[in-house]
C-alpha cells in the first residue's frame, strides 16, 4: 500500500489541498469550495462548512485507498495568519481551523503537523532568506521583492507555477489574473513543501 502525504491550506471560503507521495512527488493539488446555505444563520455557518469538509474529507480517504491503493500518513495544515485588523476575522480563522484539524484527526487516526505561515514561506522560498549572525546568533530574515510585498500570494503562486507546470489553473474571465483560490492551491503546495522538508523526505 502506497503512504501519501496531505498538505491543506484552510480559509472559510477555500481550502487548498496539495497530496505528495512519501518520496515527495506531487500527484494533484485540489480546492475545495465553502459555500454556506443562505438559510443558515451567520454564528452557524462555520459549523455547516465544517459539516461540507467533513464528508469531501471521508469521501477523499476512500478514494486515495480505493483509487491510488494507498493511506494518508501524515497531514500538514498550514495555520492561520493572525494579520488582520478584524479581531472576529481572526478568531473564525483560528476558530474554523481547529475545527477542521479536529475532523482530521478524527478521521485519519493522527494529529496534523501545523506549519505557520512564516516557516512554510520561509523554506519553501530560500532564495528569499538572508542569513545573519549578530552577536554570534544565526537569524534568518525572510524578504521578498518589493513588487511582491503586498502580494506575498503572487509570488508563492508564480513559483509554483514553474515548478510544477502541469497544474490546471482557474483565471479571470479574458484574463490570465488567477481566480482567489488559486492561491488558497499554492499555498497548500508551499505548506506541503515545508511540512516534507521538517519530515526529512527532501532536503
Not at 488582520?84 to 484539524?101: K, M, Q
Request: charged residues 30%; glycine residues 6%; contains cysteine.
Amino acid at each position: 500500500m502506497e503512504k501519501y502525504i496531505w498538505s491543506l491550506d484552510i480559509s472559510t471560503t477555500n481550502i487548498g489541498m496539495a497530496l505528495w507521495t512519501n518520496k515527495g512527488k506531487l500527484i494533484e493539488l485540489k480546492h475545495l469550495e465553502l459555500k454556506s446555505d443562505k438559510n443558515t444563520p451567520v454564528e452557524n455557518r462555520d459549523l455547516y462548512k465544517a459539516e461540507i469538509f467533513k464528508k469531501y474529507v471521508l469521501e477523499y480517504k476512500d478514494r486515495v485507498l480505493h483509487e491510488l491503493n494507498g493511506e494518508i500518513t501524515h497531514i500538514v495544515v498550514e495555520e492561520p495568519l493572525g494579520g488582520s485588523n478584524n479581531a472576529n476575522t481572526v478568531s473564525l480563522l483560528y476558530g474554523f481551523n481547529g475545527i477542521c484539524r479536529y475532523i482530521l484527526s478524527t478521521i485519519f487516526g493522527l494529529y496534523p503537523i501545523k506549519i505557520s505561515v512564516y516557516e512554510s514561506r520561509k523554506l519553501f522560498c530560500p532564495e528569499l532568506v538572508t542569513v545573519t549572525y549578530p552577536k554570534g546568533v544565526k537569524k534568518e530574515t525572510l524578504s521578498f521583492p518589493p513588487e511582491y510585498r503586498k502580494e506575498k500570494k503572487l509570488y508563492i503562486w508564480k513559483k509554483v507555477c514553474k515548478l510544477e507546470p502541469q497544474i490546471e489553473w482557474f483565471y479571470k474571465r479574458n484574463s490570465d489574473e488567477p481566480k482567489p483560490m488559486c492561491f488558497d492551491m499554492s499555498d497548500s503546495y508551499a505548506v506541503g513543501f515545508a511540512g516534507l522538508k521538517q519530515l526529512g523526505v527532501i532536503k
